[in-house]
């Protein structure tokens, strides 16, 4: 925001580097990246054509010049120097020379000087040379002489009881003259005040009086939008605000949110009013209450770029939103003599009432929705291994009755099996009796078939157990997979389960 000498930060203090030769490098200012801060927004321009490179027979003869303060202005390159943004140069003045600082050139400057109204014509300073060190030395020595003379003029005006506020001193780069801005509501009489600081301080004495929002411009500071103020970074039209600028926009007269840092109205009052004027103009104007059967109804609040009018009865507490064609028409039917029933019973713009005000991630809210609704509709996640799903629904057969399929790898033993069928109910809902099931004879995929019965044939024995020889390899893969889970079923059905009351 600013270097250290001084409040605004465009005094061009000078950083001393004696490694650089460059003069726009070495010195500090705006766009000069000298200061520790990188520089101030003090009433800087872009120069967007400066990497178009141009002869110097066809560029603009004329530059612009930034002084401490913001201050600019207009300057003659008559000896065609190579000048670069940023550069200080020696100016010409009326009473001696100043240093400022290259804010603008080219193109850029002739559309400056018409928007401000200045001819090429007319009488400019000329620009001398670029600034050598000992000029830079003088310069920040006058710099350093700006604080300490404020302060001291403030003391001589207490003791002149002088209606003043000086607000800035500016020494020229010759210390040959010295500029007092001040600021007050009528007109003073400095005659003796100027006579005791030319005695003191040995200079030429000029008293320039200024603005509230002239010296806020000048100061610079942060706004209540939490940026910087406007006139300290690019207004320097100053347009008179009036009060009804504020009751265009419906905004509550209240002087400590619409005032500014200079005391003045905010400047960014205008800066909305015209398209609430073309906004208005479509509104009626309601000077009396509607009248209705059930009573007058007074105009409360107005919302002018959704064109409703809310009134209320005097007696209660509701607004009524009606539309501002309804609000017409009402006043057309009071004109004539007639009074509509009520404001409850006229047909509102419910659209505009209940309406949602559109979010600006309504896509992505809308894409959370129709993810949410299918992770609904798809419910838990089946496994991906289909031999395992089929293997679960197996295990819970839709009839209770044959669910017992003849199992391989166990002995041939038809008591065994009965047994395991007969302690199971054939109805699954009806109440198990809280006894403790026979002991089931279990057998391990591993383990070696019983012997066989005296008369009997090994090929008899695959056929009555319906499965695979334990001699070949894709059966006991088979069957040890199945036997777990065949296994982990039998825990579970051999808990005795409550009993029914």
């Known amino acids: 925001?600013?270097?250290?000498?001084?409040?605004?930060?465009?005094?061009?203090?000078?950083?001393?580097?004696?490694?650089?030769?460059?003069?726009?490098?070495?010195?500090?200012?705006?766009?000069?990246?000298?200061?520790?801060?990188?520089?101030?927004?003090?009433?800087?321009?872009?120069?967007?054509?400066?990497?178009?490179?141009?002869?110097?027979?066809?560029?603009?003869?004329?530059?612009?010049?930034?002084?401490k303060g913001g201050r600019k202005e207009y300057f003659k390159n008559k000896s065609n120097l190579d000048l670069y943004t940023g550069d200080f140069v020696v100016c010409e003045m009326p009473t001696g020379f100043h240093i400022g600082s290259v804010s603008l050139q080219g193109e850029l400057v002739r559309l400056q000087m018409i928007k401000k109204g200045i001819k090429e014509s007319d009488e400019l300073a000329v620009i001398h040379r670029l600034a050598t060190e000992k000029d830079l030395e003088k310069h920040s020595q006058a710099i350093n002489r700006d604080l300490p003379t404020m302060y001291r003029t403030r003391e001589i005006c207490k003791e002149l009881k002088l209606n003043l506020k000086l607000s800035e001193v500016e020494f020229q780069s010759d210390n040959s003259?010295?500029?007092?801005?001040?600021?007050?509501?009528?007109?003073?009489?400095?005659?003796?005040?100027?006579?005791?600081?030319?005695?003191?301080?040995?200079?030429?004495?000029?008293?320039?009086?200024?603005?509230?929002?002239?010296?806020?411009?000048?100061?610079?500071?942060?706004?209540?939008?939490?940026?910087?103020?406007?006139?300290?970074?690019?207004?320097?039209?100053?347009?008179?605000?009036?009060?009804?600028?504020?009751?265009?926009?419906?905004?509550?007269?209240?002087?400590?949110?619409?005032?500014?840092?200079?005391?003045?109205?905010?400047?960014?009052?205008?800066?909305?009013?015209?398209?609430?004027?073309?906004?208005?103009?479509?509104?009626?104007?309601?000077?009396?209450?509607?009248?209705?059967?059930?009573?007058?109804?007074?105009?409360?609040?107005?919302?002018?770029?959704?064109?409703?009018?809310?009134?209320s009865y005097p007696n209660e507490t509701n607004w009524y939103p009606i539309n501002c064609a309804q609000v017409a028409e009402i006043q057309k039917m009071n004109a004539a003599g007639k009074k509509p029933v009520g404001l409850e019973n006229l047909v509102e713009i419910s659209e505009f009432v209940s309406a949602k005000p559109t979010s600006i991630n309504n896509d992505l809210e809308r894409l959370d929705k129709k993810y949410h609704q299918n992770k609904k509709k798809s419910g838990p996640k089946k496994p991906n291994n289909p031999n395992v799903r089929n293997e679960g629904n197996a295990a819970k057969p839709a009839n209770p009755q044959n669910h017992q399929q003849p199992r391989p790898n166990q002995p041939n033993n038809p008591n065994?099996?009965?047994?395991?069928?007969?302690?199971?109910?054939?109805?699954?809902?009806?109440?198990?009796?809280?006894?403790?099931?026979?002991?089931?004879?279990?057998?391990?995929?591993?383990?070696?078939?019983?012997?066989?019965?005296?008369?009997?044939?090994?090929?008899?024995?695959?056929?009555?157990?319906?499965?695979?020889?334990?001699?070949?390899?894709?059966?006991?893969?088979?069957?040890?997979?199945?036997?777990?889970?065949?296994?982990?079923?039998?825990?579970?059905?051999?808990?005795?389960?409550?009993?029914?009351?």
Not at 213 to 231: M, P, T
Not at 437 to 447: A, L, V
Request: proline residues 7%.
């Open 177 to 311: 003259k010295a500029t007092f801005f001040y600021s007050a509501d009528d007109r003073v009489d400095f005659r003796e005040l100027i006579k005791m600081l030319a005695g003191e301080f040995k200079v030429r004495i000029e008293m320039r009086q200024i603005s509230l929002r002239q010296e806020a411009g000048r100061l610079g500071g942060i706004g209540s939008c939490g940026r910087e103020l406007c006139c300290s970074t690019w207004l320097s039209d100053f347009k008179t605000i009036p009060t009804a600028a504020a009751r265009y926009q419906n905004l509550s007269l209240n002087p400590a949110k619409l005032s500014g840092q200079c005391g003045r109205l905010k400047c960014c009052l205008n800066y909305e009013l015209e398209t609430y004027i073309d906004a208005i103009r479509d509104i009626p104007v309601v000077d009396r209450s509607l009248k209705t059967e059930k009573g007058d109804a007074t105009l409360q609040k107005t919302d002018i770029f959704r064109r409703i009018m809310w009134f």
């Open 416 to 501: 065994v099996r009965n047994e395991g069928n007969a302690a199971k109910p054939a109805n699954p809902q009806q109440p198990r009796p809280n006894q403790p099931r026979p002991p089931q004879q279990q057998t391990r995929p591993n383990q070696p078939r019983p012997p066989l019965v005296e008369g009997g044939t090994a090929s008899s024995i695959p056929a009555q157990t319906g499965g695979n020889p334990a001699g070949t390899a894709e059966g006991s893969t088979e069957n040890k997979s199945r036997n777990k889970k065949r296994k982990k079923n039998r825990n579970n059905n051999n808990r005795p389960d409550k009993p029914a009351i």
């Open 1 to 67: 925001m600013a270097c250290g000498q001084c409040s605004s930060g465009g005094c061009g203090n000078i950083k001393n580097v004696a490694e650089e030769k460059s003069n726009h490098k070495t010195t500090a200012g705006c766009s000069s990246g000298g200061c520790s801060t990188g520089g101030c927004n003090k009433m800087n321009s872009f120069d967007w054509l400066s990497n178009m490179e141009s002869p110097k027979s066809s560029r603009f003869g004329v530059i612009e010049v930034k002084f």
